[in-house]
């Protein structure tokens, strides 16, 4: 990987967790209008990313972005319907979640050293 990439994503990374750390301390500054909303939009979607590694890059970003979507709108009606709308609720549930699914690409994938070999046969 690239230097600028690492860079990018060090970046990136960064503006995620200060937009969920403003969000969730209830600091009120004007980059709490970008970052939490990166925050929503980025993890979501970049956990499911994680989990389609190995397939077209640009199908992978594709379906990220829309679980990321689908995500975050689903967590508003739910959020609406029970009457409990918080954004620090929210973002502690995007938190979470992007945990989890973080958790389940450990996992699933685990460290990529136990690989099968494609055409063998059983015996």
Known sequence: ???????????????????????????????????????????????????????DPLAALSVGAAASLVVNVLLAVAMLSFGAWSPRAGV???????????????LYRGSGSLQTEQGARSR
């Open 1 to 55: 990987m690239s230097t600028n990439r690492k860079v990018l994503r060090w970046a990136l990374t960064l503006a995620c967790v200060a937009g969920a750390v403003i969000a969730l301390a209830g600091i009120d500054t004007p980059l709490r209008l970008v970052l939490t909303p990166l925050f929503l939009l980025v993890v979501p979607g970049a956990a499911v990313v994680g989990l389609l590694r190995d397939r």
């Open 92 to 106: 502690a549930t995007i938190a979470v979640l992007g945990g989890f699914i973080y958790v389940l690409r450990v």
